[in-house]
């Protein structure tokens, strides 16, 4: 009777390690897809920033060609013209802005 205590006993240690196995080979199984999922992110977050450098650096040479063109003389009209709609412009074209004489 101890005998067959004894054997069912391990039988069910062997089982529960067997378990225990399978539970740690399933966790390293899901972290292995969790690793896998990180470093595809990092993948595509990477291939954003090298986008958005793109774009930033498109920006920056935009930017550079209009201060060159807007301090060139005669490119926009020179330092003393103005343009209708901008601050110091005249706006006598633009009837009813200023309450002249083309209002009613």
Do not use: W
């Amino acid at each position: 009777m101890l005998q067959e205590k004894s054997n069912e006993l391990l039988i069910i240690i062997d089982s529960d390690c067997e378990f225990e196995a399978q539970n740690e080979d399933n966790e390293q199984d899901r972290q292995v897809v969790e690793i896998d999922k990180l470093r595809m992110e990092v993948q595509l977050l990477k291939e954003e920033i090298m986008l958005l450098n793109e774009v930033n650096e498109e920006l920056s040479l935009r930017c550079g060609q209009y201060r060159i063109a807007m301090t060139q003389p005669g490119l926009h009209g020179g330092s003393n013209s103005t343009q209708p709609g901008l601050l110091g412009g005249s706006n006598s074209t633009q009837p009813g802005l200023h309450g002249g004489s083309n209002s009613r």
